[in-house]
């Protein structure tokens, strides 16, 4: 098992105990996991083909549908609504 394997393991359960946290408290490991994910994307796709690097990026899309919802409204000059 490659190192990056591992680490996108770890990954996935740190997005999963996120996930259980309540709502204002996601908000510092969201983003640090949505900071680190393109990385280990990229490290993925470098170690085990960019076909795996694909996968990971549909997942990635999926888990943060409405922050990359928001980052995009934002970057269109939008005041989206911050859930709370």
Same mark, same amino acid.
């Given at each position: 098992?490659?190192p990056s394997?591992i680490?996108?393991a770890l990954? +996935?359960i740190?997005?999963? *105990?996120t &996930?259980?946290?309540? !709502?204002r408290?996601?908000?510092?490991p969201?983003v640090a996991?949505l900071?680190v994910?393109p990385?280990l994307?990229?490290w993925?796709?470098?170690?085990?083909g960019?076909l +795996?690097?694909?996968?990971? *990026?549909? &997942?990635f899309?999926? !888990?943060?549908?409405?922050?990359l919802?928001?980052l995009?409204?934002?970057a269109?000059?939008?005041?989206?609504e911050?859930?709370?």
């Amino acid at each position: 098992m490659t190192p990056s394997l591992i680490i996108a393991a770890l990954w +996935v359960i740190a997005a999963t *105990v996120t &996930a259980f946290l309540p !709502m204002r408290h996601q908000y510092v490991p969201g983003v640090a996991l949505l900071l680190v994910a393109p990385v280990l994307i990229v490290w993925l796709g470098v170690d085990l083909g960019w076909l +795996v690097a694909g996968l990971a *990026v549909l &997942a990635f899309v999926s !888990m943060f549908r409405n922050p990359l919802r928001y980052l995009f409204a934002r970057a269109r000059g939008q005041t989206p609504e911050v859930p709370r």
